[in-house]
Antibody
């Protein structure tokens, strides 16, 4: 059974960098069949795709966040990570990691999500 | 960017009744459309992809239809566990976008 688990600080100061890691268990992140993505949801609001990565390191980002986002993969640890720089209160959200099929595709598996609050 | 809209914003339905949710894309997404269900405090769950294919383990009372710019999610007979928020998502290109959601609540 595939499981994804987000981890990282729940509180980040404005102007700093938000860093989260998604640990994948029950399957290999190096599978050629999948992309691994990050999606966020501000409290009480809708879903926003942040970006996705292939095990080779190929990435796609939401243009609205691209200048501040870096997604990376560590196949040896079966993990992928999100860094979002220069955060503001508008970046306060539940951050989900997810797996979707190769290419632009829906997410069949999701982590439980982790709330990150941006506040001084 | 392909903008997704959903209607209605809230749908009040009695248990056992049929619910019909709509999703519209600002330009054609072919059949590259998914539906998700989200309950409070939970991650979204994939219900439908390819506009009409049920994901693994999804009951047959959920069905999807449409192509191009107009899509529909139908829940044939609402069960208590179906009261939730439903999102559509297009994946026609690498700027994946979601609709704002339709909340299905108990009438």
């Amino acid at each position: 059974q595939l499981q994804l688990q987000e981890s990282g600080p729940g509180l980040v100061k404005p102007s700093e960098t938000l860093s989260l890691t998604c640990t994948v268990s029950g399957g290999s992140i190096s599978s050629s069949s999948y992309y691994w993505g990050w999606i966020r949801q501000p409290p009480g609001k809708g879903l926003e795709w942040i970006g996705s990565i292939y095990y080779s390191g190929s990435t796609y980002y939401n243009p609205s966040l691209k200048s501040r986002v870096t997604i990376s993969v560590d196949t040896s640890k079966n993990q992928f990570s999100l860094k979002l720089s220069s955060v503001t209160a508008a970046d306060t959200a539940v951050y989900y990691c997810a797996r979707h099929s190769y290419g632009a595709a829906p997410a069949h598996y999701w982590g439980q999500g982790t709330l990150v609050t941006v506040s001084s | 960017e392909i903008v997704m809209t959903q209607s209605p914003a809230t749908l009040s339905v009695s248990p056992g009744e049929r619910a019909t949710l709509s999703c519209r894309a600002s330009q054609s997404v072919s059949s590259n459309l998914a539906w998700y269900q989200q309950k409070p405090g939970q991650a979204p769950r994939l219900l439908i992809y390819g506009a009409s294919t049920r994901a693994t383990g999804i009951p047959a009372r959920f069905s999807g239809s449409g192509s191009g710019t107009e899509f529909t999610l139908t829940i044939s007979s609402l069960q208590s566990e179906d009261f939730a928020v439903y999102y559509c998502q297009q994946y026609n290109n690498w700027l994946l976008t979601f609709g704002p959601g339709t909340k299905v609540d108990i009438k």
